[in-house]
C-alpha cells in the first residue's frame, strides 16, 4: 500500500496545471470531438450498442460477440472523447483552397452521420444472424438517443435457449461410381456412401449441442475433403444438402444429409492418375503443355524438355512429386505436392493443373506440373548503419552470393561477406573501437542426409540438411585479436505450419585470443569469473531446438509461441578420457589440440502469448528461463555460452547485457566493455501494442528480469540463484514505444526508465519515488533509448 501511495504522488500532475491549464485543456478536448462544423440537422453517429433480452438463461457473452459483426456502420474513431482525424477533415472545410487544407482532408476522416445509419435493415441483420445461432424465434427492436450533437442507436433483441441437434442422419443411398470398362480394375473402392458413413464420427455435428450455420458449412467442408482424398475429383460440397425438421416444443432439430439431385455423374465417380507431365522451365507466356518439346520418362513421369537443358536432375524434383501413375487422386497429395515444389527454394512459381485423360477408359486425370525457376545465381549487398544501447555505433556492411543448384540437386550455397566498423563515442570507454571481418559458406541440401536410409514422410515441407563453416576475426583495439572457427552438420525440418524442428548432431567451435594488450591482462586479473570464462574457448557438441508458432494462423484471437532448446558439449572428450582411464578435473582441465574444451549442458524455453483486439491492437506477453550448468572438465561456461540481461530485446530500462549477475552493479570501472553474463536467466515481458496512424503504431510496456550465477560456480561476483531471494533481486523497467511498421520492415524505438534496481541496497530497491523528468542528470541516468529492427518479441 505504501508503494501505490509514492506512485500516486509521482503522477498525480494534472491539479498542478491551475485553472487555466484546466480550462484550456477543457477547450481542447471540445475542439478535437470533431463535431462544431457538422451540417445543418445532422448529428454525429457515435456507435451501436446491443441489449438481450430474455426469460431463458442463455450465453449473452457469446450471442453479443456473434451480433456485434451486424454494425457495419462503423463511427468515427475515438480516443479519450477526442476525435482528431474528425477534426483534421472538418477543419480543412468544404472546399479546401490550399495545399495544406488539402493535406488536411487527405489526413482526415469524413464525419459519419446518423442519417448514413439504417437501423431497421441492421436489426433485421442482427435477427438473420440470430437466427444462424439456433435463435429461430428472434425479433430485434431499436431505439435512436439523440443528444445535442450526436446520436446513437440502442437494439434490443429478444431472443430464447438455441434449438439443439436431436439426431443426425445420413440418408446417402450406396452408389457405385465405377464404370463396367474399369470395374474390374477398382473393384475393391468403396462406394461414396460408405466413405462418408465410414468417417462420420470424425463429425462436426454433435446430438445435443446447439445449433449453428457454421457447423454445418464446416461439415460439408469437412466431408468434401474426406471425398477428394478417395479421388472424388469433381465432387463439390455444393452437392451436398442438409435437411432439418425442428420441434418448436422441444426446440430440438433434427438432421438428415443427402445429396441434391442435380449432381453431375462424375462427381460420383472415383479419379486415378494416369500420366504425369512436368516442365521445370515454363515460362508464364507458354502454353499449358507445350507438345512440340521433347520429352524424357523418368519412373513413369513424363518430363518436357531435353534433358541437357533440364537445371535439376529430374529424380530430384521426384522426390517432392507425390502424384503417381495409376494412383488414386488425393488432395492431400495434390497440397504436399504443390507445397514441397514451392519450399524448394528453386522456383517462382509451380502450377498443377489437371485434365481428363484421353484414354479409352473412364476415371483417369492427366497431371501437368508447370514449374517457373528463379535464377540460379543472386547476389545482395547491403549497407547498414549499427547504434547499440550500450553506445556503440558504426557501418556494417554483407555480402553474399547464392546459387540455388549447385550441383544440379536443387543444393543451396551461400558465400557470405560481412564486415564491421564499431567506436563508443561517449560513455567511460569514449574512443573505444573495434572491427570484424565475418566470411561464411552454407551449403543445404533439400533431404535428410544421413549414412542410413529414412522413410520419407507425408509433410508438405522439404526437409534441409545443412553444412556450415565459418570464420569471425575481431579486433578490439588496444585490447586484443580474436578468432573464431565455427562448423555445424544440422537438419531443420517441419511436421506442419505450426511447428519447426533444427537439430545439429555436430557443433563444433574453437575460439583463440592473440595480442593481449596490458590493459586487457589486467581487466581479466581483476575478474576472475570473466578470465576463466575466456580460458575455455573448444567447444564440441550438439544441439536441438523446437519451435511452435500460432501466429502464423491469421484472425487467431489469442496465438502462443514457444521455442524450446537443448544444447551440450564435451561429454563425448570426456568419455573417452574415461575410457582411457583418465578423468577430468576442473583445477587441471584437459585440452584438445592445445586448448581447453568445455563441458556443459543448457536449457531454455521462450513462452509467447498474443491477445488481439479487434482494431489491431494487441497485448503481448513473454517468459523466459533458462539454466545452463557447467562440470566434468569445467568450471564455468564458455563466454560466448551465458545468459545476458539488458537490452533492446530484453529488459529495455537497462543497457545492453549490463544486468546482474544477481546483485552485482556492472560498470566500466570493473568490467571495461567486457559485459558478466550468468548461468540462470528469467525474463518477463509485457507490451501493449496500438496503432496511432496507419504503419505508425505505439507501444507501454513492463520488463522484469536478471541473470544469476549457480551456487557451484566458483566465482564470488554478485549473489548467486536462489529460489528464496531471487524476486528481491529482480530488475523492473517500464517505458513507450514508437514503432514504424510498414509490414516487411518495423523500426522501434523504446524509450525506457528503470523502476528497480537489484544492485540497491535491501529495501532501496524501488525507485519510483526518485523519477523526475525535469531533471536532466536523472534523465542522463535513467532514460534509455533503444533503437531497433523488428519487435522485441
Not at 219 to 235: M, Q, S, T, V
Not at 275 to 298: G, P
Not at 685 to 693: D, H, L, P
Not at 763 to 783: A, E, Y
Request: aromatic share 12%.
Amino acid at each position: 500500500m505504501k508503494l501505490k501511495s509514492k506512485i500516486v504522488s509521482k503522477i498525480n500532475f494534472i491539479p498542478l496545471l491551475g485553472s487555466w491549464g484546466g480550462i484550456l485543456f477543457i477547450l481542447l478536448l471540445a475542439a478535437c470531438s470533431g463535431t462544431k462544423h457538422l451540417p445543418a440537422g445532422e448529428k454525429l453517429y457515435t456507435g451501436a450498442e446491443i441489449k438481450l433480452e430474455s426469460s431463458e438463461k442463455v450465453n449473452k457473452r457469446f450471442i453479443k460477440t456473434a451480433v456485434n459483426e451486424s454494425f457495419r456502420t462503423e463511427p468515427n474513431k475515438s480516443y479519450f472523447g477526442m476525435r482528431p482525424q474528425l477534426w483534421l477533415y472538418m477543419a480543412a472545410g468544404e472546399n479546401p483552397d490550399s495545399k495544406f487544407k488539402k493535406w488536411l482532408r487527405k489526413r482526415g476522416e469524413a464525419p459519419v452521420l446518423m442519417s448514413n445509419v439504417n437501423p431497421r435493415a441492421t436489426a433485421a441483420v442482427i435477427d438473420a444472424r440470430l437466427f444462424n445461432l439456433g435463435i429461430f424465434d428472434s425479433y430485434t427492436e431499436f431505439k435512436i438517443v439523440e443528444k445535442k450533437s450526436t446520436a446513437s442507436v440502442i437494439y434490443s433483441s429478444h431472443v430464447h435457449k438455441p434449438y439443439i441437434f436431436k439426431d443426425f442422419v445420413y440418408n446417402i443411398s450406396p452408389l457405385n461410381p465405377l464404370s463396367p470398362e474399369i470395374g474390374t480394375q477398382q473393384g475393391n473402392l468403396k462406394s461414396l456412401s460408405d466413405v462418408i458413413l465410414s468417417d462420420k464420427g470424425n463429425s462436426f455435428i454433435k446430438t445435443g449441442e446447439d445449433y449453428n450455420l457454421d457447423i454445418l458449412k464446416a461439415e460439408r467442408i469437412r466431408i468434401d475433403a474426406l471425398l477428394k482424398n478417395k479421388g472424388y475429383f469433381y465432387f463439390n460440397p455444393d452437392y451436398l444438402l442438409f435437411k432439418a425438421d425442428t420441434s418448436t416444443i422441444h426446440h430440438t432439430i433434427s438432421l438428415e444429409l443427402t445429396l441434391k439431385d442435380s449432381i453431375s455423374a462424375n462427381a460420383l465417380a472415383v479419379y486415378r492418375i494416369n500420366k504425369v507431365f512436368i516442365d521445370q522451365n515454363y515460362s508464364l507466356k507458354e502454353e499449358a503443355r507445350d507438345s512440340t518439346k521433347d520429352t524424357l520418362m523418368v519412373q513413369n513421369t513424363i518430363f518436357l524438355g531435353k534433358e541437357s537443358e533440364m537445371n535439376i536432375h529430374p529424380k530430384v524434383i521426384l522426390r517432392s512429386v507425390y502424384l503417381r501413375k495409376h494412383e488414386i487422386y488425393s488432395r492431400e497429395n495434390h497440397n504436399i505436392t504443390l507445397n514441397r515444389l514451392m519450399s524448394m527454394g528453386n522456383f517462382k512459381f509451380v502450377q498443377l493443373k489437371f485434365s481428363d485423360s484421353d484414354t479409352t477408359a473412364s476415371g483417369y486425370l492427366d497431371a501437368t506440373i508447370l514449374l517457373t525457376p528463379m535464377t540460379n545465381h543472386t547476389f545482395r549487398a547491403e549497407l547498414d548503419l549499427v547504434s547499440k544501447s550500450n553506445n556503440y555505433t558504426g557501418p556494417r556492411m554483407n555480402l553474399s552470393l547464392l546459387n540455388r543448384n549447385t550441383f544440379k540437386g536443387a543444393e543451396l550455397l551461400n558465400l557470405a561477406l560481412a564486415g564491421s566498423f564499431e567506436a563508443q563515442l561517449s560513455g567511460a570507454n569514449k574512443n573505444l573501437f573495434s572491427y570484424s571481418v565475418n566470411p561464411q559458406i552454407d551449403l543445404t541440401f533439400p533431404r535428410f542426409l544421413v549414412p542410413f536410409n529414412i522413410k520419407p514422410s507425408n509433410s508438405i515441407y522439404v526437409p534441409k540438411t545443412t553444412f556450415s563453416l565459418s570464420y569471425n576475426f575481431l579486433k578490439r583495439v588496444n585490447y586484443f585479436d580474436m578468432s573464431v572457427f565455427q562448423f555445424t552438420y544440422g537438419f531443420k525440418w517441419k511436421t506442419n505450419i505450426r511447428t519447426e524442428h533444427e537439430f545439429n548432431p555436430i557443433s563444433i567451435g574453437n575460439t583463440s585470443v592473440s595480442n593481449e594488450s596490458t590493459l586487457f591482462t589486467a581487466l581479466l586479473a581483476a575478474n576472475p569469473f570473466l578470465k576463466k570464462s575466456y580460458e575455455e574457448q573448444f567447444i564440441a557438441g550438439g544441439n536441438y531446438s523446437f519451435t511452435y508458432n500460432e501466429q502464423v494462423i491469421a484472425q487467431k484471437k489469442i496465438q502462443y509461441f514457444l521455442h524450446f532448446t537443448a544444447e551440450t558439449a564435451g561429454n563425448l572428450f570426456s568419455l573417452a578420457e574415461l575410457v582411457a582411464g583418465n578423468k577430468p578435473k576442473q583445477d587441471n582441465p584437459s585440452t584438445i589440440a592445445g586448448s581447453i574444451y568445455s563441458q556443459y549442458a543448457k536449457l531454455s524455453v521462450d513462452g509467447r502469448a498474443y491477445y488481439n483486439f479487434k482494431d489491431d491492437n494487441k497485448i503481448a506477453l513473454r517468459v523466459f528461463a533458462g539454466v545452463a550448468n557447467s562440470y566434468g572438465n569445467s568450471s564455468t561456461l564458455p563466454y560466448s555460452k551465458q545468459f545476458f540481461s539488458g537490452g533492446p530485446n530484453s529488459i529495455r530500462a537497462f543497457r545492453i547485457n549490463s544486468l546482474g549477475p544477481g546483485t552485482y552493479l556492472q560498470n566500466a570501472a570493473n568490467t571495461g566493455f567486457l559485459q558478466l553474463g550468468g548461468d540462470i536467466k528469467l525474463e518477463t515481458n509485457a507490451e501493449y501494442r496500438f496503432g496511432i496512424y496507419r504503419f505508425l503504431k505505439g507501444a507501454l510496456f513492463v520488463d522484469a528480469g536478471n541473470v544469476w550465477l549457480q551456487k557451484s560456480n566458483p566465482s564470488t561476483i554478485g549473489t548467486p540463484f536462489a529460489f528464496s531471494g531471487f524476486m528481491n533481486e529482480l530488475a523492473v523497467g517500464a517505458g513507450i514505444g514508437l514503432r514504424v511498421d510498414v509490414s516487411f520492415f518495423a523500426l522501434r524505438f523504446d524509450v525506457a526508465m528503470p523502476l528497480r534496481k537489484p544492485w540497491l541496497e535491501d529495501n532501496h530497491r524501488w525507485v519510483i519515488n526518485q523519477i523526475n523528468f525535469g531533471n536532466s542528470i536523472w534523465r542522463r541516468d535513467n532514460l534509455v533509448l533503444n533503437i531497433a529492427i523488428g519487435y522485441p518479441f
